[in-house]
């Protein structure tokens, strides 16, 4: 029996984890579930899953959570809640949060030597190379979720990385691949977050719209592959089909394939190297009219630009990139800032922050906070300039 610390059981990633168990309870059983306050669904998992710990966010939601829970649970708050969750020994830690919160939970797992999955990919955006000398160092390995990774993880059993010539992460192109400028000025929050091929949470479904997810994708693929940023390529591919593609020294592919369905990666995390029977999982090939690849448009979506720009910067500049893109698309959603803005925003960010070479934690936090201020007040002064309609 696996033991699972998921943190973000109430999300999208959370959500499709517990189906995966659900459907294997002979194999995993739950140690832990974390959420950030939605106490009522939160409530219907620890009733199903038993888990002996649970941690809330939000401190003032700890006594709704205890006065309405009927099991036995140990409930935790707050950072220090996450953390204390994620280094409890278990055989596997999901970290299925969304954002830079992610970060001390995940080094709390990898220093108490926890294998981890990995969906929350914006603390290897902020600090990759801190994380990966971590997983090393604690012999903690990190199993990709991200079904573009996933993909690439997949392809890549067997193979040394001098036998890679460079790897291709498909992307969907979003809702508004072909969209004009003019329709882009008008895109609402509710337009962006609804995905053509993926159903997820709020955030990535926003940084899948600006292309801005591929270019955390492209370095956090860097991180976890080992990878110089030339040999990471970007293709478009509406049908999301093709998760992603190995192109090896002597001119081969190899790609995986499958449904748009997360519970296959986060399955392949949980099971690996083996793998586990899923259920409505069946794909018909001949289904398939076509399958396209396209150069993507960076003109039109820059996001992808600038995350390579930070990239090749290194040091701190992705996690600068991380934050002003936070700060960005938290505005956005709550419609203080037109769509375009976002790019806008992360860019002058970008281009105003000292970035430095350092990638200590220290200097991670320190550049993922200053970015956030530069930030919020760009946002100021956009959401005063273009008030939305
Ligand atoms: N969804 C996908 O298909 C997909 C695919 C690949 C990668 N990812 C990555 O996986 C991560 C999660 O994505 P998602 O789509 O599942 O997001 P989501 O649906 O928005 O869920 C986020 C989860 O994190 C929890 N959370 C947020 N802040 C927290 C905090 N401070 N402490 C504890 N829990 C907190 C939320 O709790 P509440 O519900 O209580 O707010 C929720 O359970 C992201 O980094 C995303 O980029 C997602």
Known sequence: MKKITLLGS??????????????????????????????????????EF???????????????????????????????????VASHPVDMVVNAVVGAVGLHPLLAALEAGTPVAVANKEPLVMAGRYVMEKSIAHDAPLLPVDSEHSAIFQCLQGFESRDVRQIHLTASGGPFY???????????????????TWDMGTKISVDSATLMNKGLEIIEAMWLFGLELDQIRVVIHPQSIVHSLVEFIDGSFIAQLGPADMKLPIAYALSYPSRLVLSNTRMD??????????????????SLDLARQAARCGGTAPAILNAANEEAVAAFCASAI????????????????????????????????????????HIKSTSESYPPC
């Not at 710990?53 to 996450?82: H, K």
């Open 178 to 196: 072909r969209c004009s400028l003019e329709e882009m000025r008008q895109i609402s929050p509710s337009q962006a977050m609804s995905h053509p």
């Open 338 to 377: 037109p769509f375009l803005a976002i790019a806008d925003i992360v860019a002058r960010t970008l281009d105003e922050s000292e970035s430095s070479s350092a990638y200590d934690l220290e200097a991670v936090l320190a550049a993922d906070r200053e970015a956030r201020l530069l930030a919020r007040a």
């Open 50 to 84: 038993q888990p002996p710990y649970v941690c809330i966010f939000d401190p003032a939601l700890r006594d709704t959570l205890q006065s309405r829970l009927t099991t036995d649970c140990e409930i935790l708050t707050g950072l220090e809640g996450l953390v204390e």
């Open 285 to 302: 090939l001949t289904d398939m009219a076509t399958l396209t690849f396209d150069k993507p448009d960076c003109k039109a979506f820059p």
């Open 10 to 47: 109430t999300g999208s990633i959370g959500h499709n984890t517990l189906e995966v168990i659900r459907q294997h309870r002979d194999q995993y059983c739950v140690q832990a579930l974390a959420a950030r306050g939605n106490v009522d669904l939160l409530l219907r998992q620890i009733e």
